[in-house]
């Protein structure tokens, strides 16, 4: 009987604790993607470019890194955050590991809303939290 009622007064107060957790991993997946992006435009000598999904798919687009000149992969949105928007509407990655610039602002729980920003001296990202 304690045991339900333990359970029963600690597992509401977690809940909130679980939801900020999974949305903090799926920022930093999404951060990480962008990372990887930047170290493979090294590691190819390519030009990568980066736009969102025409298509209203919750992911990114890549594109540059294939022998095709229209071929694309995809970066999907981990559960948890979803796309905002993409400023510009297109960054690049360079071979010297700059970029373009950009930020991603994902939406998070209830209506929370983050930045992701790509540095264009760097092209590293990092989350600023938008509140």
Known sequence: MMM?????????????????????????KTVAALDDVRRRAVTSGRILTVTMDEEGENRLLVAGG????????AIDIPDGAEIVELVPDEARYYPQGH???????????????HRIEVGSFTGLARIEDGG
Do not use: H, M, Y
């Open 66 to 73: 294939g022998e095709e000149e229209d071929s694309f992969e």
């Open 99 to 113: 970029s373009s610039g950009l930020v991603l602002t994902v939406k998070t729980g209830r209506e929370r809303l």
């Open 4 to 28: 339900a009622l333990a359970t029963a007064l600690v597992l509401p107060n977690l809940n909130p604790a679980l939801q900020g957790t999974r949305r903090e991993a799926a920022l930093k």
